[in-house]
């Protein structure tokens, strides 16, 4: 009940283009869920987050669309750079602040 | 954002030494941090949760005695890896819930690389 899974594992884009990366969760007592970007070797940075009472939230290129009927969400990364080629994670928060992760998306966007 | 500091950013040490991981969040107080560990290629992995002033709670499986955290001020927790062995080394980072921000946000420290020969 615990889990959040993201997919897809690994995704290519072309410079320009979107960028979706999906995540699923089972339960219903998570009340925020973050997006974070990780390079290689970096720790993770928070990209954008949102409330389950909200179906979408819009940071510059960056969206999350929350379904919370489904019990899902997504990032979406419009006009993908090369330089947003990095792991991102979705996130689920639960009772005391604990959060559990999905597994990781590795975006590649090509030149 | 909120800033949260790790030190060392990597540290080597020899197998049967201890070695301490500092984690700060610097322009917000935290009641609470959390340290994961991560390997390459996974995803990040809840070893436990540091309290302010009160003992550490630990995930299922991690040896309290072999990973000992210390939160003796609300913006500094450590993580002290004793007895270190090769199969220790890993990249460790620490996260803290900033109570300021609209969203409770949780902000990540840059990791720390340990490295066991």
């Known amino acids: 009940q615990q889990q959040v899974k993201q997919s897809p594992q690994s995704l290519i884009v072309q410079k320009g283009g979107i960028s979706i990366i999906n995540c699923a969760y089972e339960n219903t007592a998570f009340d925020y869920f973050p997006w974070y970007q990780q390079f290689p070797g970096k720790g993770p940075a928070l990209l954008i987050a949102?409330?389950?009472?909200?179906s979408e939230k819009k940071e510059g290129r960056f969206t999350i669309s929350f379904n919370k009927s489904a019990k899902q969400f997504s990032l979406h990364i419009m006009d993908s750079q090369p330089g947003d080629s990095a792991t991102y994670f979705c996130a689920a928060r639960s009772e005391g602040s604990r959060l559990t992760f999905g597994e990781g998306t590795q975006l590649t966007v090509n030149p | 954002g909120a800033v949260v500091s790790q030190h060392p950013s990597r540290v080597i040490c020899k197998s049967g030494t201890s070695v301490k991981i500092e984690c700060r969040s610097l322009?917000?107080?935290?009641?609470?941090m959390f340290w994961y560990r991560q390997f390459p290629k996974q995803s990040l992995m809840l070893m436990a949760t540091?309290?302010?002033?009160?003992?550490?709670?630990?995930e299922q499986g991690v040896e309290k005695d072999k990973f000992l955290i210390n939160h003796a001020s609300l913006t500094l927790s450590t993580l002290t890896v004793t007895s270190a062995h090769p199969e220790d080394s890993s990249f460790y980072i620490c996260s803290a819930r900033n109570p300021g921000s609209s969203l409770g946000s949780i902000y990540f420290g840059e990791g720390s690389w340990l490295t066991v020969v």
């Open positions: 322009d917000f107080q935290a009641t609470t």
């Open positions: 949102i409330r389950p009472d909200v």
């Open positions: 540091s309290n302010e002033g009160s003992k550490a709670t630990y």
